[in-house]
């Protein structure tokens, strides 16, 4: 089946000229479409090189990079939304932490995917970077969510 605007119903963001580019943190912008391939585990992953998050103490803009990366089920996020969704953070004042943590719940509960993580990786501040990571597995994708928080770790020491 090819794609098409008349069987992808939910797509409004993409190829609207009239976009709206939120300012302050806004999840209902997240688009999703059907995956057409569900019987196939695959890996989908987007990297956001110009995040942006301002430092909720100081008022301080933070930068980094964002990684994504989830197997899908039946739904999938749009890039345009996802890309509107994460440059909503722009005003919104959290930690890095919070950041990566609210980027995975909100697409766990958008998508319901098999798995999903999300890596911040955040310019020095103070001299100091920081690179917060989480993770999410359904019932048979445990020992993933174990085996990449591991590796996490493993590769920051």
Known sequence: ????KDNTPNITKLGNQGTI????YNPKVLETFDNLHPDNE????????????????TGQPDFG???????????????????????????????????????MKDLVA?????????????????GISIVPFANY???DHQELVRQRMLNSFKNRL
């Open 21 to 24: 580019y939120e300012d302050h």
């Open 110 to 126: 958008l998508m319901d995917p098999k798995y999903l993580e999300v890596t911040g990786y955040f310019n020095a501040r103070g």
């Open 65 to 103: 990079r964002i990684v994504i990366s989830y197997i899908p089920r039946v739904r999938m996020v749009e890039s345009k939304s996802l890309k509107l969704y994460l440059f909503s953070f722009r005003n919104q004042g959290d930690f890095h932490e919070d950041c990566v943590n609210i980027i």
């Open 1 to 4: 089946m090819a794609r098409n």
């Open 42 to 57: 695959y890996l989908v992953t987007f990297d956001c090189p110009e995040f942006t998050a301002l430092c909720p103490i």
């Open 137 to 139: 597995g359904d019932d």
